[in-house]
């Protein structure tokens, strides 16, 4: 089967996987000891036809993908690795979709390991602190877009790679103690549908609310590839960055990476 390197596992987390489809409300649900990538075999199983929140997590991944084709190093059993694929009427690009999903994530994380607080990095890191606990990778298919969301769960700091050790962090390490992946899953589950079943066009109102109650960016002196330096100003109701490049001169970015020069300023 294309990129799928392991065994379909018939239990996840102790039990049936049949029963967690019936637990999180999903029609689909499979778990893997190893696939190249979450986003693949949930971009297979949506080209065979299976339905919106089809869901596929990987103990292991052993081509985990991050943003601008970046590696996402995931280690059998200490993250979360899922994907799942979202309704027709979610638009694919960059915008509200990933942030919608960011959200989620930040929801998430707050629920399953309660007394954390996650900040949204924009446009799709989670933070705890300063450091990464969780990735969103929006992908694009014909039959709809795929979410791939990353949650470092149970590492150590010894289990990152030397370079990460100073930017990421684990659910276990915030929290000090451990934390269920499978509560973190019906957790995410539950946000996605809530959030993404019937997505919303802008993000105003109560989201734009949490957003800004959210973004780890605001206030900050930042870099934006392909935009350049300046100070973050929040985040619009299309998802872009507001970001004031001069006193009083501000330009929205629809997609980037950032880098943080000097925290928060008013
Ligand atoms: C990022 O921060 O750059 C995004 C990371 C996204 C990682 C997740 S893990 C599940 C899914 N499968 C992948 O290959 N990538 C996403």
Known sequence: MRGVEGDRLAHWEGRPTPEWEGDWGVPHFEAWSAVRSTNDRVRALAE?????????????????????????????GLGLWLSVLLPAAVRSGPGPTALLVGLATCRA????????????????????????????????????????????????????????????????????????????????????????ASPPARLDGALAGELARRDAL????????GAGPGVARGIDAAGRLTL????????????????VVKGERP
């Open 48 to 76: 065979r036809g299976l339905p919106p929140f089809t869901v596929v997590v990987a103990e292991e991944q052993t081509a985990g993908r991050g943003r601008a084709g970046r590696h996402w190093a995931s280690p059998a």
């Open 109 to 196: 994380v707050e629920r399953a390991a309660e007394g954390l607080s996650a900040r949204l990095k924009w446009p799709n890191d989670v933070l705890l602190g300063e450091r990464k606990v969780a990735g969103v990778l929006c992908e694009a298919t014909p039959r709809g877009v795929v979410a791939g969301i990353g949650i470092n769960v149970r590492q150590r700091l010894l289990d990152f790679d030397e370079d990460l050790r100073g930017r990421a962090v684990s659910l276990q390490m915030a929290a000090g103690r451990e934390v269920s992946r499978a509560r973190l899953a019906a957790a995410l589950l539950g946000e996605l549908q809530r959030l993404l």
């Open 218 to 225: 605001l206030g900050s002196e930042v870099l934006v590839e």
């Open 244 to 259: 004031e490049v001069a006193p009083g001169e501000v330009r929205t970015v629809v997609a980037g990476s950032v880098s």
